[in-house]
């Protein structure tokens, strides 16, 4: 089932690396993969996904477009990509990874266009342990918007952006949930297409 | 004798419409509320400037520092009792005046509705002085149940005089406004009446 993360991530060392560093990460329990999938099983994945329908939604809190949930979709490659995330092993992994005991994972595609955005919320839910996100943008600069941005925060409540990741292809984005992991996706400005999925570890 | 208001909203007649429109929809949005004159005094609102108010998971938005004395007098007006009888013809029940603020909107502001910040149930009265606004830009003020559904949605447009009903349970939010803005800012005075 491994076979989907590059060789690079998967040895006793690193693995022992990232879990040091996860837990000390500012402003809040997270990681940054880049490049963490094989590229050629990560770049058949994202051909499927953008394949399929995205709705439009909107509320006081975003605009995106997002699938069904993927475990629903009949599409091979995808069956296969979110089984791979429910999978013993590699929930194993995240568990060891993020110190914390993780048995599935829920999944849907996302597009954000121009003008689309996510505001400033903490993600808490009934269950969830760790949120992910597996970026799969081409050809964003700063410019064009789409940045995770992660709060700091007083007292539990998010005062400022403390740190903003500009959209790159193929990296996951794993950080711990809790009243203190304020975040957002900001406005794309551009034409482009910031292309993820993204969900939860329970 | 110098109208602060346009002329025909002190007519019966028109007043009357309007009530038999609010009774149908929850909401009425008056246009040309002011007279010309009286709209163009606003306009230096598009480059005051600003104090920001930002708290990330509930609101982020601008006052102006300072406002003109043509601005301070419509800000009065909203407490008088022919602002109260106007609105009281309309939505045909008597009204009070609870409070106001002069609101700009920019580019990257919004509110969202948030658990620590749940209005009472009254009647919301948004005087738009926006001169100009690209629709695709949002920034229009949403009014939605409890599951978030829209209920109404009161568009941007300048020297109007929206009137809504908010009964218990709606909420209401500004939707994030976009770079279609640009440069351009939503200026509204908010008040709320019960």
């Known amino acids: ?202 | 004798m110098v109208l602060l208001i346009a002329e025909q909203y002190y007519l019966t007649s028109v007043l009357r419409a309007a009530a038999q429109r609010f009774a149908k929809e929850g909401s009425i949005q008056l246009g040309q509320f002011l007279p010309p004159e009286a709209f163009r005094k606003a306009l230096p609102l598009q480059k005051a400037a600003l104090r920001e108010h930002y708290l990330p998971d509930q609101y982020h938005c601008h006052e102006p520092k300072s406002v003109s004395a043509a601005v301070k007098q419509l800000q009065r007006w909203l407490k008088t009792k022919e602002a109260a009888a106007i609105i009281s013809a309309i939505i045909d029940d008597r009204v009070r005046y609870k409070e106001s603020c002069l609101c700009v909107y920019a580019h990257r502001d919004y509110t969202v509705r948030h658990d620590k910040n749940i209005e009472p149930p009254g009647y919301d009265v948004l005087l738009d002085l926006t001169p100009r606004w690209n629709a695709r830009a949002c920034g229009h003020h949403s009014y939605v149940d409890a599951d978030g559904n829209e209920l109404i949605r009161i568009p941007v447009a300048g020297n109007t005089l929206a009137i809504i009903s908010r009964p218990n349970g709606v909420q209401k939010f500004v939707k994030y406004v976009n770079h279609f803005a640009g440069k351009d800012r939503r200026v509204v005075l908010e008040a709320r009446f019960s």
């Open chain 1, 1 to 202: 089932m491994m076979k989907f993360v590059h060789s690079e991530y998967l040895d006793a060392p690193a693995i022992r690396t990232l879990s040091t560093k996860f837990p000390q990460a500012k402003p809040f329990a997270h990681m940054v993969l880049r490049k963490f999938f094989s590229p050629a099983k990560i770049r058949r994945v994202r051909q499927e996904l953008l394949r399929q329908n995205f709705e439009f939604k909107e509320s006081d809190l975003f605009r995106l477009h997002q699938t069904a949930d993927i475990s629903t979709l009949p599409n091979k490659t995808l069956q296969e990509f979110y089984k791979f995330f429910n999978s013993k092993d590699f929930c194993a992994y995240i568990s060891a990874i993020t110190k914390t005991k993780v048995t599935r994972a829920d999944m849907s595609g996302f597009i954000y266009s121009s003008t689309d955005h996510l505001l400033p919320h903490d993600d808490r839910l009934e269950g969830r342990k760790i949120a992910y996100i597996v970026n799969l943008s081409e050809g964003f600069t700063k410019k064009d918007g789409g940045a995770l941005s992660f709060f700091a925060e007083k007292n539990n409540r998010p005062t400022r952006i403390a740190q903003s990741f500009t959209p790159t292809n193929n990296t996951l984005f794993l950080f711990k949930v809790s009243p203190k992991s304020f975040h957002q996706v900001d406005e794309v400005l551009t034409d482009k297409k910031r292309v993820s999925f993204a969900g939860w570890f329970y």
